[in-house]
């Protein structure tokens, strides 16, 4: 009989098991400072903003107001920015993109006239967008022109729409979408 072939003399519940090969072992991460890392994240995560209200310029401001006072009693942090889809589109395009990593959830997007911010930044992200077509001095139908614009989009990038200068509803679809 061979060494090799030999049984082990040692009940097998108190054999140790033989170190796998393979490239050296990592060093444990320090728990303690693994802690301190994760309360250091939640506190930044504590002030994220989960709704953007964007809007295509401050002539829109009046009515988006409305989404942002709806989310504020609902205690819903979010940020509000002015962008045009049209004056700004990298702005816009680089607002989007980054929109998820940011820890937001939900963007909500006004506009009038030819309203293409709801669907650039839908086209950006993949974030839920809710369009708020507004009217505007220089609206055709009522704002008619920017219900179509925003809910016309092609088929694979959805947008969703609230009536026409309704932010308020907007904000209570956002706040339907995070369950809160
Ligand atoms: N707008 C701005 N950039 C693109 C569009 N569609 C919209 C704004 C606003 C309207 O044009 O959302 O409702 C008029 O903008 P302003 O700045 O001339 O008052």
Same mark, same amino acid.
């Given at each position: 009989?061979?060494? &090799?072939?030999?049984?082990?003399?040692?009940? /097998?519940? &108190?054999?140790?098991?033989?170190?796998? /090969?393979?490239?050296?072992?990592?060093? &444990?991460?320090?728990?303690?400072?693994?802690? /301190?890392? %994760?309360?250091?994240?939640? &506190?930044?995560?504590?002030?994220?903003?989960?709704? %953007?209200?964007?809007? *295509?310029?401050?002539?829109?401001?009046?009515?988006?107001?409305?989404?942002? %006072?709806?989310?504020?009693?609902? @205690?819903? +942090?979010? /940020?509000?920015?002015?962008?045009?889809?049209?004056?700004?589109?990298?702005?816009?395009?680089?607002? %989007? $993109?980054?929109?998820?990593? +940011?820890?937001? $959830?939900?963007?909500?997007? @006004?506009? #009038?006239?030819?309203?293409?911010?709801? #669907?650039?930044?839908?086209?950006?992200?993949?974030?839920?967008?809710?369009?708020?077509?507004?009217?505007?001095?220089?609206?055709?139908? @009522? #704002?008619?022109?920017?219900?179509?614009?925003?809910?016309?989009?092609?088929? *694979?990038?959805?947008?969703?729409?609230? *009536?026409?200068?309704?932010?308020?509803?907007?904000?209570?679809?956002?706040?339907?979408?995070?369950?809160?």
């Amino acid at each position: 009989m061979t060494p &090799e072939s030999e049984p082990s003399l040692q009940p /097998e519940a &108190e054999r140790v098991p033989e170190p796998a /090969e393979g490239p050296t072992a990592v060093p &444990e991460p320090d728990a303690e400072a693994l802690a /301190e890392t %994760a309360v250091e994240i939640n &506190e930044l995560a504590a002030d994220e903003p989960h709704v %953007a209200i964007l809007m *295509g310029s401050k002539s829109d401001l009046p009515a988006m107001e409305k989404a942002e %006072a709806e989310l504020a009693t609902r @205690g819903i +942090r979010s /940020e509000t920015r002015v962008m045009s889809a049209h004056r700004e589109p990298d702005t816009v395009a680089d607002y %989007a $993109k980054n929109a998820r990593m +940011r820890g937001i $959830k939900v963007i909500i997007a @006004g506009a #009038g006239l030819s309203a293409a911010l709801p #669907g650039v930044v839908a086209a950006h992200t993949d974030l839920p967008v809710i369009g708020v077509p507004l009217t505007s001095r220089t609206s055709v139908a @009522g #704002g008619l022109d920017a219900l179509l614009s925003i809910t016309q989009m092609p088929p *694979g990038v959805p947008v969703g729409c609230v *009536g026409v200068d309704n932010a308020r509803n907007a904000a209570v679809l956002a706040a339907r979408i995070l369950s809160i």
